[in-house]
């Protein structure tokens, strides 16, 4: 065999590394982005459960906006204006701005429904014990509520993973742009999109698998 | 000792209790009947301040329920209640159900809160329960179990809201026998219920409500009896 000295070189074993630890930081930013925009989601489901219309008033706009216009369009905007009000912020920063955000606006509607599925009824008898509201939401609500909605979560978490290749615009090697960068040098679409997309599969089945043993163990 | 003074509730425009006036004593058993809507419901919901009032006053051993000063989660500990639907927690076991207020609420430690919850379950037929999800006991396992989770905070009063109006009839009696037993012990209890044979056998006084308003109160013997309320004798005469 030659030695490839080739602009256009094979797809070696340092190349499936390139890719793993893409795969690596598609990860990352998935786990922060999904971590922080569950909290935020949460938060802001309680305030559109909650706050009726004064939350109707002002959340939830804002939160449609976020769940309506396209994931690729926030970021090119986030990225491009942020400077202009003075925030400085990476590929990285701004990926997982945008994410969390996006992740938040759709847990939101996730946990307000988590909310809703637990009965007045139920509450009320927390309440009748003489527990606060705030230990009605934390050992009432959020274990009943959460159950209800977890496949829901489960799926709003799986397509933030996937739609974090779209942080792929500005720039950031995650699994995606890492993929197109192989793909330029090597010219093997078919291989390097497969290994790729084994990668994503690697990451959220584990995922899928352990929810749904969650809900099995839960269904009892 | 319960009392309550010209209460007015309102949903809205809606006038749901018209000026009630009642006592209830220290060791009594007092059973509600009347017609759906008659507020009998709300009325338990404003003795332990899960509904607000217009008017009037509740006092529980001279704490008025609604007064702002009032610490409402600690006045609730000593009404315990039980409602139609078991609202058992479904992501508990039975013991795990009973143990949780004592625990949180209280400040109990695990260890003592699970004695409590052992005790309770016993004391309502549940001891072999202790281990087993809601889901896998009956509707009448279930509402005993509300009952114990109730009986865990060590309440003074116990209310009940229709208590077996959910349940399959032949699992009626068991819920019923675990409300004889509390009355015996000398539990203070206000039943609302459509058990006529309880609310005669068991009751010390039965209260009829009809349309928002106590329109009679008295011994069994009287209101099954010789009742003076046209109302009452009506409403008699149809559930029989
Ligand atoms: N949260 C609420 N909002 C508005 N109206 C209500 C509410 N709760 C009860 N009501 C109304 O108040 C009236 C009294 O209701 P309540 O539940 O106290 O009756 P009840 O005597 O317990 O009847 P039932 O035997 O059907 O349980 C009814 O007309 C009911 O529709
Ligand atoms: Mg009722």
């Keep these: 065999m030659e030695p490839t000295l080739t602009f256009f070189s094979g797809f070696g074993i340092n190349d499936f590394w390139f890719l793993g630890e893409a795969a690596m930081r598609t990860m990352w930013i998935s786990i922060l982005s999904i971590t922080l925009g569950t909290l935020f989601g949460v938060l802001f489901g309680w305030i559109l459960y909650e706050g009726k219309l004064t939350a ?17 369009i926030q ?25 969390t955000i996006y ?34 939401l934390r050992y009432v609500v959020l274990p009943i509520g959460g159950r209800a909605v977890f496949p829901a979560w489960v799926g709003v978490a799986l397509g933030v993973m996937k739609d974090s290749a779209l942080v792929s615009v500005l720039g950031y090697v995650e699994l995606l742009k890492a993929s197109q960068i192989l793909i330029t040098r090597t010219q093997e679409p078919f291989l390097i999109l497969s290994i790729a997309g084994a990668f994503y599969f690697a990451l959220s089945f584990p995922i899928s698998r352990y929810a749904a043993s969650l809900e099995k163990r839960w269904a009892q | 000792m319960i009392e309550i003074r010209d209460l007015h509730k309102y949903f809205g425009a809606l006038h749901v209790l018209k000026g009630i006036d009642l006592d209830v004593q220290k060791g009594e058993v007092l059973s509600i009947i009347g017609a759906s809507g008659s507020g009998k419901s709300t009325l338990l919901y404003c003795i332990n301040g899960l509904e607000p009032i217009q008017q009037g006053k509740v006092a529980v051993d001279e704490t008025n329920v609604h007064a702002k000063s009032t610490d409402i989660n600690k006045l609730r500990q000593k009404l315990g209640m039980v409602f139609q ?30 004695d409590i919850a052992v005790k309770q379950l016993t004391h309502v037929g549940l001891g072999d329960k202790l281990d087993v999800y809601p889901s896998a ?31 399959d ?37 039965v209260a009829f409500f009809h349309q928002g308003v106590m329109e009679e109160i008295g011994p069994p013997e009287q209101i099954f009896g010789q009742a003076k309320s046209e109302h009452t004798r009506k409403f008699l005469a149809n559930v029989r």
């Design chain 2, 169 to 205: 009839p032949e699992l009626v009696g068991e819920v019923l026998d675990t409300m004889r037993l509390l009355a015996e012990e000398g539990m203070t209890m206000i039943c609302v219920t459509h058990e006529m044979g309880f609310a005669r056998d068991v009751s010390d006084r």
């Design chain 2, 85 to 114: 639907q078991w609202n058992s927690f479904p992501h508990l076991t039975a013991l795990e159900n009973v143990a949780l207020a004592p625990r949180i609420v209280k400040g109990k430690p695990r260890a003592e809160a699970r």
């Design chain 1, 103 to 136: 992740a938040a606006a759709l847990v939101a509607n996730v946990a307000r429904g988590g909310i809703e599925a637990v009965d007045r009824s139920m509450r009320r008898a927390s309440r009748s014990l003489g527990m606060t509201y705030w230990q009605d």
């Design chain 1, 56 to 72: 109707a008033l002002t959340v939830a706009p804002v939160l449609d906006v976020f769940r309506s216009v396209p994931l690729i």
């Design chain 1, 75 to 99: 970021l090119v905007l986030f990225y491009n204006f942020a400077p202009i009000v003075g925030l400085n912020l990476d590929a990285f920063a701004s990926g997982v701005a945008i994410l």
């Design chain 2, 137 to 167: 006991l009956s509707g009448g396992q279930q509402q005993r179990l509300a009952i114990a989770r109730a009986l865990a905070m060590e309440p003074e009063y116990m209310l009940f809201d229709e208590a077996t109006s959910a349940l």
